[in-house]
């Protein structure tokens, strides 16, 4: 029983991090109709622009404004390349897909070659925070502790934006019929380029809360962490924000459970095998596509 | 024949294989990653056949292909018809189920690799031999009925199935095809390395795969080769210190091709273009 607990606790820990990815991954494929797989290599950038500014100096602030300020402007910086093949080729997500698995062995290759040789970094301890409760078996570490409330807090800001402002409203008209959307007056690019803001923001705090978590960084982190976030998408629904919520908590579940009482790498194995039945049984995913 | 050239051209045409395993599920808008998966599978069988049971080469060779066959057959049963991303998702997780398998599999090897498997004579002809043989196969494909629905699938699905295209048995085939093609070019991997590791199957396979066939064009089987040789040359054409950023080449290539010619280096207009054009002046 001890281990179960323990591992919940890690798996909605972990579970939250992913809730975070597939909501931003999401929120692009709705509004700027785009697959972006480079977004976990992004997240990763950021982990190591955390890194890389707590070597340099000890003010945490400066570390989470750096982290998000990389994912912002990063994801900004692909704005053009995905708006130019949406122009050319219409709204096309088998292109952006490509386009964007291109980013990511660019990114990838270029942090295995230049940061450490390609080895991972950890973080500091000060950073992780070292364990809040300790009951037998039972620990809650600061970094878990951090990942689930920042993770709750970020996708509450997050939904409060999406369905209480006017600029969740963009998001939700465009996400509907971008067509309509842009007869009613609904500024598309704009709105288009401000998701890929709120994306970078969000990418920002997953790389922060999940440096805390895991407390290391690696170039192949990214090509990890993307296939589940695409795997988790593809299972909860492709574009469905609520369904991506469930299955993100779902997996981190999963997979610490299995880490639990099975050992190796196996634990991997056996959530995507489980994911591979829903896909193999369901293809529109669990809770309905939304594209 | 050197060393280096004999490995070339042994990995380019493995590499043309794969590339047009993954054209042929493409054609009908399928991206189709789960042939890296069979071509670990076979490529493992083969070479624990032929170390382990001294099975002949000829067998191994018609066992991997049939084998390739049989694993998409069981897969496209259900994703015959599915989306493209649903198709991607099985074939990204396959590929990491099976890597995870190997490296967990003391009997092949595990993280350290498999070696010692025994050479065959003549390799290099043979690949070629059957690099004919499945070019001419699919150039036949491609020009049948068969490839003018999946012309029309991948334009508009919907106008295929009411032109009468049966949309599910159309991935099917393309798919089982594709695999028994990936399933022929592990058991070629394997013979030609004489070893084999897990480390070879990964995300930099499949980016090094979809850089084929979107750069060389993903409208003919014809592109494929062209990118093949190119993107093999790249690491024997350039010093070592740039070759070894390779995947900042490919996927910058990637990209740029995506951007500038999205239908890549030879597409099918260019094609028509050659053709010989009848005058009808007298």
């Given at each position: 029983m001890e281990i179960f607990i323990a591992q919940l606790v890690s798996g909605i820990a972990l579970g939250s991090i992913y809730v975070l990815l597939v909501t931003g991954f999401n929120l692009m494929l709705l509004?700027?109709?785009?697959?972006?797989?480079a977004y976990p290599q992004i997240v990763v950038i950021s982990m190591y622009t955390c890194w890389g500014v707590l070597q340099l100096t000890d003010n945490k602030f400066l570390v989470i404004l750096a982290g998000i300020a990389v994912s912002i402007i990063l994801n900004i910086l692909s704005e053009p390349i995905f708006r130019k093949i949406t122009t050319t080729q219409g709204v096309d997500i088998n292109a952006s897909f490509v386009a964007s698995m291109g980013m990511a062995m660019v990114i990838m290759d270029i942090m295995s070659h230049s940061i450490n040789y390609g080895f991972p970094v950890a973080f500091p301890s000060e950073w992780v925070g070292g364990n809040l409760l300790s009951f037998g078996l039972i620990t809650v570490s600061k970094g878990q502790l951090y990942a689930l409330i920042g993770s709750i807090i970020a996708v509450l800001i997050f939904f409060y934006l999406l369905y209480r402002t006017n600029q969740g409203r963009f998001f939700r008209a465009i996400a509907e019929n971008r067509f309509a959307a842009c007869l009613v007056g609904i500024p598309i690019i704009k709105t288009s380029v401000f998701s890929y803001f709120i994306v970078g923001v969000l990418g920002g705090i997953t790389a922060i809360l999940f440096s805390m978590l895991i407390g290391s960084v690696s170039p192949w982190l990214g090509e990890f962490v993307a296939l589940k976030m695409l795997a988790v998408s593809i299972v909860a629904g492709l574009g469905n924000l609520k369904g991506g919520l469930v299955c993100g908590l779902i997996l981190g579940i999963l997979e610490t459970m299995a880490m639990g009482y099975i050992s190796g790498s196996w634990s991997n194995v056996i959530a995507f095998v489980v994911m591979l039945v829903v896909v193999l049984i369901k293809p529109q995913g669990l809770f309905g596509s939304k594209i | 024949m050197s060393e280096i050239l004999y490995y070339f051209l042994g990995f380019t045409a493995i590499y043309i294989l794969m590339g047009w395993a993954l054209y042929l599920p493409y054609r009908v808008g399928q991206l189709h990653f789960l042939i890296v998966a069979c071509m670990a599978i076979t490529a493992y069988f083969g070479g624990f056949a032929a170390r382990?049971?001294?099975?002949?080469f000829v067998l191994i060779l018609f066992a991997g292909i049939f084998m390739g066959a049989v694993i998409a057959f069981v897969f496209s049963m259900a994703i015959g018809k599915a989306p493209c991303f649903t198709v991607v998702i099985v074939g990204l997780t396959s590929v990491f189920i099976i890597k995870t398998i190997i490296e967990n599999w003391r009997l092949l090897g595990g993280t350290v690799g498999f070696f010692h498997i025994p050479t065959v004579n003549n390799l290099l002809p043979i690949i070629y031999i059957l690099l004919f043989v499945v070019g001419f196969l699919i150039y036949k494909i491609d020009h049948s009925r068969w490839g003018r629905a999946a012309s029309v699938v991948f334009v508009d699905s919907e106008v295929a199935v009411t032109l009468g295209v049966d949309i599910k048995k159309l991935g099917m085939f393309f798919q089982i095809m594709a695999c028994a093609i990936a399933g022929m070019a592990g058991i070629l991997d394997a013979f030609l390395v004489n070893s084999l590791s897990?480390?070879?199957?990964?995300f930099s396979m499949i980016g090094y795969l979809m850089c084929i066939l979107f750069v060389g064009g993903?409208?003919?089987?014809?592109g494929i080769i062209l990118s093949a040789f190119i993107l093999q040359g790249i690491p024997l054409l350039f010093p070592s210190e740039i070759a070894s950023w390779r995947q900042v080449i490919y996927g910058a290539l990637l990209v740029i091709i995506i951007l500038i010619r999205p239908e890549g280096l030879i597409t099918r207009k260019m094609l028509w273009g050659l053709k010989p054009k009848v005058s009808y002046n007298k």
């Open positions: 509004v700027a109709k785009i697959i972006q797989f | 382990e049971w001294n099975w002949p897990p480390e070879f199957f990964t993903y409208t003919t089987m014809w």
